[in-house]
């Protein structure tokens, strides 16, 4: 009877864990359905983590509902409009081409030295306010811990978002450093959880690095 009682002591945070996982599997396919998934899941972990005493990373889960949404738009829109050109019937010159904006289709690119150079400054500033915040103005018991991990994924949800390859790299720092923490916690649902979104993670940069590979 004991497995039945934390079954249903904790089937909040383990269905937010399957979501989870199935967030995960889609995002190294590159499949839309991510971002409604990913939603279903922010949604979940903002009252675990709340009721864990993580502060931090509740409110990451509210940024997670937010750029879920920015992450679903950008997918779906591409990364703009680029000029197609469709001859005339009635000349051959470049004055009778026709051209028109078609959708330019959002690929897996590597980070550029100037915007890694802007993430790090913001991943920097946004651990030192959480810090702030969570020290001195409340009763959290591992600021500094909680601060690092919700920063980091701060800029790695963004660069997910923009499909950038490195975000992988940030992932597995990230799930490593929150296994550990959780532990803590006794959030071990959610230990197992994160300790599957590492190995996850490496299976998504051998993915995202055939995506690279064909471009």
Same mark, same amino acid.
Request: charged fraction near 10%; glycine fraction near 6%.
């Given at each position: 009877?004991?497995?039945? *009682? !934390?079954? &249903? *002591? *904790? +089937?909040?945070?383990?269905?937010?864990? @399957? =979501?989870?996982?199935? +967030?995960?599997?889609?995002?190294?396919?590159? *499949?839309? !359905?991510?971002? %409604?998934?990913?939603?279903? =899941?922010?949604?979940? $972990?903002?009252?675990?983590?709340?009721?864990?005493? /993580? +502060?931090?990373?509740?409110?990451?889960?509210? +940024?997670y509902l937010v750029i879920s949404v920015l992450g679903w738009y950008w997918w779906i829109k591409g990364a703009g409009l680029?000029?197609?050109?469709n001859k005339s019937p009635f000349g051959g010159g470049e004055g009778d081409v026709d051209k028109k904006p078609i959708p330019?289709?959002?690929?897996?690119?590597?980070?550029? #030295?100037? =915007?890694?150079? @802007?993430?790090?400054?913001? #991943?920097?500033?946004?651990?030192? @306010?959480?810090?702030? @915040?969570?020290s001195h103005l409340t009763d959290s018991p591992v600021p500094a811990a909680d601060s690092f991990i919700t920063s980091l994924?701060?800029?790695?949800?963004?660069?997910?978002?923009?499909?950038?390859?490195?975000?992988?790299? /940030?992932?597995?720092?990230?799930?490593?450093?929150? &296994?550990?923490?959780?532990? =803590?916690?006794?959030? $071990? %649902?959610?230990?197992?959880? $994160?300790?599957?979104?590492?190995?996850?993670?490496?299976?998504?940069?051998?993915?995202?690095?055939?995506? #690279?590979?064909?471009?």
């Open positions: 009877m004991g497995i039945f *009682n !934390w079954i &249903s *002591n *904790n +089937y909040i945070e383990i269905f937010g864990a @399957v =979501t989870g996982i199935l +967030y995960v599997f889609l995002e190294i396919k590159q *499949n839309l !359905w991510l971002w %409604p998934v990913g939603i279903i =899941t922010s949604a979940v $972990y903002i009252w675990v983590f709340f009721t864990g005493k /993580l +502060y931090a990373d509740t409110s990451l889960q509210g +940024y680029r000029a197609h050109g330019e289709k959002l690929i897996v690119h590597r980070i550029n #030295l100037k =915007t890694g150079i @802007v993430l790090a400054a913001v #991943l920097c500033v946004l651990y030192f @306010v959480l810090w702030f @915040v969570l994924s701060i800029v790695a949800t963004w660069m997910l978002a923009r499909k950038i390859y490195e975000h992988w790299y /940030l992932w597995i720092v990230v799930d490593a450093f929150a &296994s550990v923490l959780f532990i =803590t916690r006794h959030l $071990y %649902p959610t230990v197992i959880l $994160y300790i599957v979104f590492c190995a996850m993670s490496f299976a998504g940069l051998i993915e995202w690095k055939k995506s #690279l590979t064909k471009q």
